[in-house]
């Protein structure tokens, strides 16, 4: 599982992903089009990346993680529909409960999240590489 060999090995936006262009700026940090360089069928992912200071110094810290715990929750039911509702061998951390009033009843969250493949942080940055989606950008 990608989550798994993330944790094993510190990852590294400049030592394992090609960044090929900027898809967009906001207040806390960038989003980039990238590949990752270890693919051979070097699929389009995106980056978002995320400076520490702003995300801290605007108190947006709960709202960062509970986005990552969403995403995970997301990919953790589409693994578990693909291997037949089996459960994943590796243990993700719940969703806190701070993000369960944002979810309707029956809401099925993997049909309208995309996947999360890798989160990590540097010194100045936090990371996430999610599945990219041509033209996802639900504001245009």
């Known amino acids: 599982d990608d989550h798994t060999k993330a944790r094993a090995r510190k990852m590294s936006a400049e030592r ?11 207040a806390f940090g960038e989003v980039f089009l990238c590949t990752l360089k270890d693919d051979p069928m070097n699929t389009l992912l995106v980056m978002k990346k995320l400076r520490k200071t702003i995300t801290m110094c605007r108190r947006q810290a ?9 995403l995970v929750a997301a990919r953790a039911g589409n693994d578990s529909q693909q291997n037949g509702g089996k459960k ?4 993700q951390r719940p969703v806190q409960q701070t993000a369960a009033p944002l979810l309707l009843p029956g809401l099925d ?18 990371y996430f590489i999610l599945e990219y989606c041509p033209g996802g950008d639900l504001m245009t």
Not at 17 to 22: G, I, P, R, S, Y
Not at 88 to 91: L, N, P
Not at 109 to 120: H, M, T
């Open 16 to 26: 394992d992903f090609t960044m090929l262009e900027t898809i967009g700026c906001g």
């Open 62 to 70: 709960l709202n960062v993680r509970s986005e990552r715990d969403i």
């Open 88 to 91: 994943r061998q590796e243990q």
């Open 109 to 126: 969250l993997k049909d309208w999240a995309v996947d999360i493949y890798f989160s990590f942080q540097d010194d100045e940055h936090l």
